[in-house]
């Protein structure tokens, strides 16, 4: 059974920082390309963040500069580091993994921001 848990959201006031953390397990992880994504109240979701199977970075403009995505294959975990918050920044963020036939959602880990 495949599991991708988040956790590490929480309320933040603007210009703070949070680190959330998904643990994967039932995957073979190093296999993966692993996102963040996020969906505001009203909005579609979009993607945040992305890291491949080599490491490789990728983020939307909105958090480039701010936010950092990382992986430890050992843990079989994904990072995603949010510093300088917004209040715009205020959504559920969702953990992804993908490969060419297979893509698993988690369920997701709240994150306010506001003062």
């Known amino acids: 059974q495949v599991q991708l848990v988040e956790s590490g959201g929480g309320l933040v006031q603007p210009g703070g920082s949070l680190r959330l953390s998904c643990a994967a397990s039932?995957?073979?992880?190093?296999?993966?390309?692993m996102g963040w994504y996020r969906q505001a109240p009203g909005k579609q979701r979009e993607l945040v963040a992305t890291?491949?199977?080599?490491?490789?970075?990728a983020y939307a403009d909105s958090v480039k500069g701010r936010f950092t995505i990382s992986r430890d294959n050992a843990k079989t975990t994904v990072y995603l580091q949010m510093n300088s918050l917004k209040p715009e920044d205020t959504a559920v963020y969702y953990c992804?993994?993908?490969?060419?036939?297979?893509?698993?959602w988690g369920q997701g880990t709240q994150v306010t921001v506001s003062s």
């Open positions: 992804n993994a993908n490969s060419a036939v297979r893509d698993f």
């Open positions: 039932g995957i073979i992880f190093s296999m993966y390309r």
């Open positions: 890291i491949t199977r080599g490491g490789s970075t």
